[in-house]
């Protein structure tokens, strides 16, 4: 059994559901974390969510990292709006330069694909990392499916659509509730398994609990997390 890991995603600058998570995995004796990106967007607090985020052992790019750094011109108003404020509240004038900048390298070392031995970490899927989303509805498209799972060496944590899934190269797929909250890879044989973390800041997935993950190296628990 290798050192339980917590993997979280799309946290989207909302603090207190970060810290209800951190507090949750600190509770757990876990100290390793992967961040799966999407740490910024859409909330009010990028800069407490990204100190909080600093030290993680993996960071991975988000769509919404990515597009403050380099374009967001696919983004919807909404989303372009708050790409736009949180680009300016990590150049506050009320914060030093200092403080500024490590925000923003903290943004620049962020890496598009993680692989660890046999374990992949990315924020879409592996085939276009900060962008593409896996559904449900994709267990339908052969193609996409085979795509995917070809760059995969056995396991692929995923976060991006907000939605907690599971989904196996024999193309089924599962909730967490279906699977009692856990799924233990070592029941897979040969299979290859995607698995979609949820989202800390903004389920979409019906629940408004934090949702993350916990990792041994052979059981994956899905966890939530309620916070005010
Ligand atoms: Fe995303």
């Known amino acids: 059994m290798a050192e339980r890991v917590a993997i979280l995603a799309c946290v989207h600058a909302n603090l207190p559901a ?11 004796g876990i100290r390793r974390i992967v961040s799966l990106g999407d740490i910024v967007g859409y909330g009010d607090h990028p800069r407490e969510c990204l ?8 960071s991975i790019m988000g769509n919404h990292e990515e597009a403050i750094m380099f374009y967001g011109e696919d983004f919807n108003p909404k989303a372009r709006e708050s790409l736009e ?58 193609e996409k499916m085979s795509g995917i799972f070809d760059m995969v ?48 800041g903004q389920p979409r997935d019906g629940s408004t609990a934090a949702s993350y993950v916990t990792f041994d190296g052979d059981v994956v628990r899905f966890r939530r997390v309620g916070y005010r």
Not at 18 to 25: N, R, T, Y
Not at 157 to 184: C, E, M, N, Q, W
Request: with cysteine; glycine share 6%; hydrophobic share 40%.
């Open 18 to 28: 970060l810290e209800a998570v951190l507090f949750d995995i600190a509770l757990q």
């Open 51 to 58: 100190t909080l985020l600093k030290d993680v052992d993996i």
């Open 85 to 142: 404020w949180t680009q300016e509240e990590l150049n506050s004038p009320s914060f030093s330069r200092e403080e500024n900048q490590a925000l923003w390298q903290q943004l620049g070392i962020m890496q598009q694909v993680v692989e660890d031995g046999d374990v992949m970490y990315t924020h879409g899927s592996p085939r276009v990392p900060t962008r593409e989303y896996v559904v449900p509805a994709d267990v339908r498209n052969a």
């Open 153 to 200: 060496k056995r396991v692929c944590f995923i976060g991006h659509s907000h939605v907690p899934h599971v989904y196996t190269s024999d193309r089924k797929h599962a909730s967490p509730d279906a699977l009692s909250g856990a799924i233990d890879l070592r029941n897979l044989g040969d299979r290859k398994i995607l698995i979609n973390v949820g989202s800390v």
